[in-house]
């Protein structure tokens, strides 16, 4: 029986498609995350401390959920494949949420609360039925060590590229429709529905280019799926944060999700109040931001493929946090200051997000090693979990620190203990806390020659041969 995995050099035509899929994530995911909290404020007229109970409970129900997903996709039936018959299934009624989490409704106190509890969970529920899978997917395409460097590095610039769409193109877009009498939360709707064709437009692209991708041999997917089912969910889950890797990138994940998010969240009312950008300042910002995590990409790439990706990681994060914390002290007195600074965190951002998902893949060989299962699902839905829990704290943490520093959304000017509360949200809380995610990496320990050792062991004992864990007792 044939066991071994795709061709692991793969063609433009599926690298490119793939990292096409990025932007279904990376468009609705980063929208929400640097406005959703800044609508329900001062366009919804939600107190910040109860919108950001809203986004926690949200992403708080996708954290606990996310297992689910994994679960099934790593069991799917369908002559399509385990993962894409998910992927553009949950591409519609993604799209729908995404416009309906930007709509105002005219109800008043709690039942307004429900509504935007209701629509964020069912966002994040679509998201997740998409997101997952499709990092799955990622991991089947290609076994080769720095192959998934490359992939993951064109679907980073897909990813930085919709991060530059998510963040700059609302400001100008919400310009756009008040010139058109669309003013205040209908602007929002606009914004809304153009996000949702992105994300449809999208989808198709990366369904049709990745067809024929997954596992070659339908005997070794079944025996895959039937060996998961035999484990349950929660002793799968166990199982896998048992492998030391595992533990150590979750809880990096953790760590760095709950620095970009106080950044992107924070951004919006740093700009607004702080530095008083207009949009075209705003766009701007966000537009250098994510050009810059364009550019440091194919540094970050060659960068890990010459040294090791492991070294990169917690260097690159490490790096960026440092210089961060720095601007704790000196504020940003002009505009081009917040240049800077959003280009030296991108600079950690794009190491983290290039290089986290390519490590998350070499996972699931060693779990293959280890227990005889293939779970790149479960894998992918246990680091979105802790993904999503740190995102969720942080967002939660965003609107009590907010209200703690006296911040009112519909107030034209903010005091000054609300002013100083969010530069420390822009600056020593997410210097420190990437700090503490690039010293956990370091004890990551897979690498590229203890993972070399790793597959070559691996590919002996699927052909029933004598092999040794010699290069890589580390791993295990």
């Not at 932007?23 to 950001?52: E, H, K, Q, R, W």
């Not at 954290?63 to 994994?70: F, K, R």
């Not at 490359?150 to 609302?170: D, E, I, K, Y």
């Not at 370091?442 to 004598?466: Q, S």
Request: charged letters at 15%.
């Amino acid at each position: 029986m044939d066991k071994q995995l795709q061709t692991t050099k793969l063609k433009w035509s599926t690298k490119i498609g793939y990292a096409i899929g990025q932007m279904v994530d990376s468009t609705g995911y980063n929208v929400y995350y640097f406005f959703f909290l800044y609508f329900l404020t001062d366009f919804a007229g939600i107190p910040a401390g109860t919108a950001g109970t809203v986004s926690l409970i949200a992403i708080m129900w996708d954290a606990v959920t996310d297992p689910i997903v994994g679960n099934i996709s790593d069991n799917l039936k369908s002559p399509y494949g385990r993962r894409r018959p998910l992927m553009i299934g949950a591409t519609i009624p993604y799209a729908v949420c995404t416009f309906l989490i930007f709509n105002n409704v005219h109800f008043q106190g709690n039942a307004k609360f429900a509504y935007f509890v209701l629509i964020a969970i069912l966002f994040w529920t679509c998201y997740k039925t998409y997101v997952i899978p499709y990092f799955a997917l990622g991991a089947e395409l290609t076994d080769d060590y720095n192959e998934r460097n490359t992939l993951r590095s064109m679907a980073g610039v897909c990813l930085q590229l919709a991060v530059m769409l998510a963040s700059s193109a609302p400001p100008m877009i919400l310009e756009i429709a008040g010139r058109h009498g669309m003013t205040g939360a209908k602007g929002w709707n606009a914004v809304g529905i153009i996000f949702a064709a992105i994300i449809i437009i999208a989808a198709f692209v990366c369904w049709t280019t990745t067809r024929g991708g997954e596992l070659v041999s339908k005997a070794a997917d079944e025996d895959h799926r039937v060996a998961n089912k035999d484990s349950g969910l929660i002793k799968s889950f166990i199982a896998i944060l048992k492998l030391k890797p595992a533990l150590l990138l979750a809880v990096s994940v953790f760590l760095w999700n709950i620095t970009t998010v106080f950044l992107s969240s924070g951004a919006v009312y740093a700009l607004t109040n702080l530095l008083k950008a207009s949009a075209a300042q705003q766009s701007t910002a966000f537009f250098v931001q994510c050009g810059m995590g364009i550019v440091w990409i194919p540094i970050i790439n060659i960068w890990a493929n010459k040294a090791d990706k492991k070294l990169v990681y917690w260097i690159g994060m490490g790096i960026s946090a440092v210089i961060m914390l720095f601007f704790t002290f000196i504020g940003f007195g002009s505009f081009p200051v917040w240049l800077v600074y959003v280009s030296i965190f991108a600079f950690g951002n794009s190491v983290f997000w290039t290089l986290y998902y390519s490590m998350m893949y070499d996972i699931s060989e060693l779990d293959e090693f280890k227990t005889g299962n293939r779970r790149e699902g479960q894998i992918s839905a246990l680091m979105s979990f802790f993904q999503k829990l740190g995102a969720a704290l942080a967002t939660w943490l965003i609107g009590l620190l907010l209200e703690q520093g006296g911040y009112v959304g519909t107030a034209a000017v903010q005091s000054s203990s609300a002013l100083h509360m969010i530069q420390n949200i822009v600056t020593i809380f997410p210097a420190l806390i990437g700090i503490a995610a690039a010293v956990v990496a370091i004890a990551y320990p897979i690498t590229g020659k203890r993972y070399a050792a790793l597959v070559n062991a691996l590919k002996l004992k699927r052909e029933g041969k004598e092999y040794t864990t010699e290069g890589f007792e580390k791993l295990l």
